[in-house]
């Protein structure tokens, strides 16, 4: 008896680069709201708040932490502080163009408790954006959103210039010193 097969099928292009998670995606369309996404590179975080349309998906309004430092941030656009603020901002551009509702988009990324991604959300919250979350355990402590541990972090290596001069070296050459970081409004 000779068996019929399927013929084989290449996965989707951006499931295949592991860019998109299909059912995610889709169970996130369904619920009709917009879609908070944000992202992490090397250098920087990016928020957005995404509208699903059949063309295409349509950004609402964006943010990135470099917008930061138009506001007068002197410290990294990656780390807890960052993503604290970048959210807020986000948060307020959203509520001024009358947004008021959005769900979360991690992409493939999934979230640790008490994270970048959960810091960035606490921002969002803060600025009046209704986000449905699991409750306040999975946000950073309120320290290390003020950046109270770089702050204790500079102040420990600051026994050792060598090394200090090396983890620093980009906050000390924009004449922004870490133990200043809770200062910083």
């Not at 009709?32 to 609402?60: A, M, W, Y």
């Not at 309004?61 to 138009?70: E, G």
């Not at 309120?142 to 090396?166: A, E, F, M, N, P």
Request: net charge positive; charged share 30%; with cysteine.
């Amino acid at each position: 008896m000779v068996r019929r097969l399927k013929p084989r099928t290449v996965a989707y292009r951006r499931k295949r680069e592991q860019r998109t998670d299909y059912p995610k995606r889709l169970k996130s369309l369904l619920s009709g709201k917009l879609r908070l996404v944000v992202r992490f590179t090397n250098q920087r975080v990016i928020g957005q708040l995404v509208e699903f349309t059949p063309v295409g998906d349509k950004v609402v309004s964006a943010v990135d932490s470099f917008a930061l430092k138009q506001q007068g941030w002197k410290y990294s656009c990656k780390n807890i502080p960052a993503a604290y603020l970048t959210g807020l901002l986000l948060g307020k551009k959203a509520k001024a163009k009358g947004f008021s509702e959005a769900i979360l988009d991690t992409g493939l990324c999934y979230p640790m408790k008490k994270g970048k991604i959960y810091s960035f959300l606490k921002g969002v919250v803060d600025a009046g954006v209704s986000v449905p979350h699991s409750g306040k355990d999975i946000f950073p402590d309120d320290s290390r959103i003020v950046g109270k541990h770089i702050q204790q972090y500079g102040t420990v290596l600051q026994k050792h210039k060598d090394v200090y001069q090396q983890r620093f070296s980009k906050y000390l050459k924009d004449k922004a010193e870490p133990e200043q970081i809770l200062v910083h409004d």
